[in-house]
């Protein structure tokens, strides 16, 4: 399902990276390696996600949902909340339950999520409380593959690389606010929220996809 060095393979990864220059390592463990590329575009997708709740929820909150501005910026501040706690569910479950394997936690944590945007966008009668709710649940999801995209990468690329591919990795997550700013709102304007959920609920499958090939 997924492709996640083992110890044996990262070990052999090290120590041909000791025998070449820090450019070949970068060509052959970063920019030539295609899980790492499936790696950082499914970061491009998970921070579409995050900034577009960050940047946009208390607007969606009160045009969709019919919620006053003032309850809408404390049901957004839910999300980051419930956000710090996958953060802290996502090194747990990778070591205990997937042996030690991020982009399997990630994948069905992108899948969790999308889920979890389809059913706040098809409950527009929701009160407040289940909203919050479900805002908060899509931060506990979005927030696990963001903190463990920097561990899988850093394990793809081996040691040497490792900074690099990092890096790599999060020059697309901040490349997502093209997206995730301008793109939804272009959508919304032209085609109304539920363009827009339906949009996020692809990206989170596209993010899931990505991490089940990487």
Same mark, same amino acid.
């Given at each position: 399902l997924t492709h996640t060095p083992g110890v044996h393979e990262k070990t052999l990864a090290d120590d041909a990276q000791d025998e070449m220059s820090y450019g070949q390592a970068l060509? @052959?463990?970063?920019? &030539?390696?295609?899980?790492? $590329? +499936?790696v950082t575009f499914a970061n491009f997708f998970v921070y579409?996600?995050?900034? &577009?709740? !960050?940047? $946009?929820?208390?607007t969606f909150l009160t045009q969709?949902? #019919?919620?006053?501005?003032? *309850?809408a910026g404390w049901i957004t501040a839910g999300f980051e909340f419930a956000g710090m706690t996958g953060a802290v569910f996502a090194g747990i479950a990778s070591d205990r339950f997937f042996g030690g394997k991020p982009v399997?936690?990630?994948?069905?944590? &992108?899948?969790?999520? #999308? +889920?979890?945007?389809? !059913?706040? $966008? *098809?409950?527009?009668q929701s009160s407040e409380l289940v909203s919050a709710i479900l805002i908060a649940t899509v931060g506990f999801f979005i927030y696990i593959p963001q903190c463990l995209i920097g561990i899988a990468a850093a394990e793809l690329a081996a040691e @040497?690389?490792?900074? /690099?591919?990092v890096g790599l990795t999060g020059l697309f997550g901040y490349a997502s606010t093209i997206l995730s700013g301008f793109g939804l709102g272009y959508l919304v304007d032209h085609h109304g929220w539920?363009?827009?959920? !339906? =949009? !996020?609920?692809?990206? =989170? #499958?596209? /993010?899931?996809?990505?991490?089940? =090939?990487?």
């Open positions: 060509r @052959r463990y970063v920019y &030539s390696n295609p899980y790492m $590329w +499936l579409t996600i995050r900034y &577009s709740f !960050l940047n $946009w929820a208390p969709s949902k #019919g919620i006053q501005i003032t *309850h399997r936690v990630a994948m069905f944590s &992108s899948i969790a999520c #999308g +889920l979890t945007i389809l !059913l706040f $966008w *098809h409950l527009p @040497r690389a490792a900074a /690099a591919a539920p363009a827009g959920f !339906l =949009a !996020l609920t692809a990206v =989170a #499958g596209a /993010a899931a996809l990505c991490f089940a =090939a990487a």
